[in-house]
């Protein structure tokens, strides 16, 4: 099945948020079984059908644009008026939403300073999670973008976008996954939440994938669709499926997705197991991002830092992720066992196994505030 016990979730995501260290601030460069359902078996949700009407599911509206910029090199200096109206956003600065703070606070303006103001307590700690609930549309490419931008600027690197989405626009979906593919996410299905049709070019695109809820696809619908027969409909999606078929390659996903795209139909929904999942380079670390990772870390700290640790999380896994713990009861655990492998390391204390955590235990670091976009002149835009 896709989902897993609680304990599992939270040990995966604990040490999701230990490999986010593997990816250092951009320095080189700024059912156990196969399942076809109708969408009506996850509950509280509309069919593929009814979802295709309001502009959820897997929709294309033209072609593909070009892939974005990362939020430093492609973001307006003038942050144009944005809100978030697709869905609901809200900002944590801690991994779980298992916690008094829950899922954080409400996000909807996405003018400059409301950004800041939403992830200034997150930056001492250096976590975020993102939670996003909605439908995938250009203001999500705008608030995946804008936070992505000021969590750079506020050094807050261990990024989680906490994702229940029946999907949206194929062409937004892959604008925003070229961010969060440029800029270090991990993407979390959690239990009870789902990711379907266009939402999975999201979830592809994260340097590590958690998933416990529902993951399934069906075929895109053209809108703006002009074809009398099969074949016109076919030639209007072969350049939509080419660009997908790119956008899948890139991010070290299996194209087999967009074979299913073509052929499950829009009325229903193809449900990927946990096998599948993984198959298809969507679940777990994303190994392509993973060589790179390790080729900048080894870069930048030495290939024993590597080595060392490479041992400690092994032995994290070993000792520390025993059935039943806690999250904090794993954090003691990783804090004791780090010191055995040497860590925080002298020359790269913020590439070290739990950082975040020498961060916040030091009470004379004073925060530091984004400078402001140059077009900005002191009021909210």
Known sequence: MLSRPPFLARAALLTVVLLAACRPPDQDAAPDAMAEAPTAAAPAQDTPAQQAERGDGAVSSGPPAAPAKAPAE????????????????????????NTDSGDGAPLQSLAFFSVV??????????????RYQGKIAADFTDLVARVADIAGRMGIHKRIL???????????????????GADGWTIWVREGSICHSACVF?????????????????????????????????????????????????????????????????????LLSKDELQEYGLDGTNAAQDDLDRLRLMRRCGEDFVLRRDAFMRSFDG????????????????????????????ECPTDSPLSEFDRMADSDEAPVLPELPAEASGTSP
């Open 74 to 97: 492609g973001l307006p200096t003038d942050w144009p008026t944005a809100t978030v109206a697709s869905g609901e956003a809200r900002v944590s600065c801690q991994a779980e939403y």
């Open 117 to 130: 103001d939403a992830l200034s307590p997150c930056q001492k700690g250096g976590v975020l999670r993102l």
């Open 162 to 180: 906490d994702l229940d989405s029946a999907g949206g626009q194929v062409e937004d979906a892959i604008k925003a996954g070229d961010v969060i």
């Open 202 to 270: 999201v979830l592809g695109a994260g340097d590590n994938r958690l998933i416990s809820g529902k993951v399934g696809v069906h075929r895109i619908i053209r809108m703006s669709s002009t074809a009398t027969t099969r074949a016109e409909l076919n030639d209007e999606l072969r350049g939509v499926y080419g660009r997908v078929k790119d956008y899948l390659e890139r991010n070290g996903v299996a194209v087999a997705i967009a074979d299913l795209m073509m052929t499950v139909p829009n009325r229903r929904l193809r």
């Open 319 to 346: 000792e520390c992720k025993t059935a039943g713990a806690g999250l904090d009861e794993m954090q003691a655990c990783g804090l004791a066992l780090r010191t055995r492998f040497g860590f925080p390391d002298a």
